[in-house]
C-alpha cells in the first residue's frame, strides 16, 4: 500500500533527520505529522499501530471522540498525553477522530501549542478523521499535519454511497469494475 510505505518513509526520516546530509545542508526538517481520512469502516488506529510497530517504534493513542467536549476539556490534559508520549520517544502519537474536537476553541489553542513544541522531538504525529475538510487549514501546514492522505478502499466508499442513495434513486451499482449503472434511475 502505497500510503503505507509513505507514512514509513516519514517516521524513517524523522528519527533519522540529524544523519541525513540533504536535511542537514540545507537546514530543513522532514515531515512530521500526517492526517489520515477515510470512511468510518476502515480501522484507522490499527493501520497506524501497525505502521508504528513495522517501523519498530512505540505507539499511543488518544480517542478524542470521547471526554473532550468544551464542558469538560482541560488543557493539562492534553498536555499530559503528549508529554507521555515524549517520555515514550520514539513513538508515534495518533490524534483519533480529531474532527471531534475541533469545536472547542480551547482544545484547539492548545492542541497548535502542543504540536508546534514536538518539532525538535522524536515523535511522529498523526491524526485521523472522516472529512478532512473538518480540521482547520491551519492544522495541515508545514510542521504540523502536513501530509493529508486517503485511507480505505474505493469498495467502502462506493457501498456506503449506494446505502445512502440507493432507496430513493434505485441506482445500482457494479462493483467489479468501479462503475456506476444507470438503469431505472428515470423510469
Known amino acids: 500500500m502505497e500510503v503505507k510505505n509513505e507514512l514509513k518513509s516519514v517516521i524513517d ?13 540545507y537546514n530543513i526538517n522532514p515531515a512530521c ?6 470512511p468510518s469502516d476502515f480501522n484507522k488506529r490499527d493501520f497506524a499501530e501497525g505502521i508504528a510497530r513495522e ?12 471526554g473532550w467536549d468544551q464542558s469538560s476539556f482541560e488543557e493539562r490534559n492534553l498536555t499530559k498525553e503528549f508529554d507521555e508520549a ?7 502519537l495518533l490524534l483519533h477522530n480529531l474532527d471531534k474536537a475541533m469545536n472547542s ?9 502542543e504540536v508546534d513544541g514536538t518539532n525538535k522531538k522524536e515523535l511522529i504525529l498523526l491524526a485521523t478523521t472522516i472529512n478532512p475538510k473538518d480540521i482547520p487549514s491551519t492544522l495541515l501546514r508545514p510542521g504540523r499535519f502536513e501530509l493529508v492522505r486517503f485511507v480505505g478502499s474505493f ?3 462506493l457501498k456506503s454511497f449506494e ?7 434505485q441506482l445500482s451499482f457494479d462493483t467489479t469494475n468501479d462503475t456506476l449503472q444507470d438503469d431505472d434511475i428515470y423510469s
Not at 13 to 25: A, E, G, H, I, V
Not at 33 to 38: F, I, K, N, T
Not at 163 to 169: D, S
Request: net charge positive; with cysteine.
Open 86 to 92: 515524549i517520555a515514550m520517544q520514539p513513538c508515534l
Open 55 to 66: 517501523s519498530g517504534i512505540n505507539f499511543k493513542c488518544v480517542d478524542l471522540s470521547s
Open 33 to 38: 505529522g500526517g492526517l489520515l481520512y477515510g
Open 13 to 25: 526520516w524523522s528519527l533519522n533527520k540529524d544523519q541525513n546530509p540533504t536535511f542537514k545542508k
Open 155 to 157: 469498495q467502502s466508499e
Open 163 to 169: 446505502e445512502r442513495y440507493q432507496p430513493k434513486f
Open 105 to 113: 476553541d480551547r482544545f484547539f489553542n492548545q492542541l497548535l501549542t
